[in-house]
C-alpha cells in the first residue's frame, strides 16, 4: 500500500510543476501540451515529414491530402512540452487549407497562434514548421511522379 506522506508529497510537487508551468508559458501553450490535438501518426498518410531538430527532439507529420486540401494531419513527438503545444496548434492551422498555403506557415505565425515561448523553446516552433514543409514537400514530389 502507498504511504499518505507519499502521495502528500507527489501531489505537491505536482502543483508545483504546474504553477511553474503557467507562470513560464501561456495560457494557450500550456493547454495545447496538456490536451493536444491530433496526437499520433496516420495510416497510409499521403504525405510524411520527419525532422530531427537543434535540441535532438524529433517531430513526425502525416498528411491526408485530396485536391491539395489537407483533410487531415496528425503530428508524433518525443519532444518536450512547447514541441508538443506547437504540433498540436500547428495541426488546427493546416486542416482545409492547400498544400501550398501550409507551406507558407511560418515560424512566427505559429509562434502568434500559441501566444509567443520563451526564448530558450522558441526552436520549437521552427521544428514544427520544418516537419510540417517537409511533409508537404513529399506531398508534391509523390504527385510529380503520378
Known sequence: MIDDDFVKMV??????IEYEEEATYSATV???YRNPADFGVLELPDAIGKVTGSCNDTMKI???????????????????????????MLMKMVKGKTTENAQNIS????LGAVD????????????AVD???KATKDYHKKEEIK
Not at 11 to 16: P, R, S
Not at 107 to 110: G, N, P, T, V
Request: glycine content about 8%; charged content about 30%; aromatic content about 4%.
Open 107 to 110: 515560424k512566427d505565425d505559429l
Open 62 to 88: 502525416t498528411l491526408k491530402v485530396e485536391h491539395e486540401i489537407i483533410n487531415d494531419a496528425r503530428f508524433w513527438t518525443d519532444g518536450c512540452g512547447a514541441t508538443i503545444a506547437c504540433g498540436s
Open 116 to 127: 509567443g515561448l520563451p526564448e530558450e523553446h522558441l526552436h520549437c516552433a521552427k521544428l
Open 30 to 32: 500550456v493547454n495545447e
Open 131 to 133: 516537419t510540417l514543409h
Open 11 to 16: 501531489k505537491e510537487l505536482q502543483k508545483k
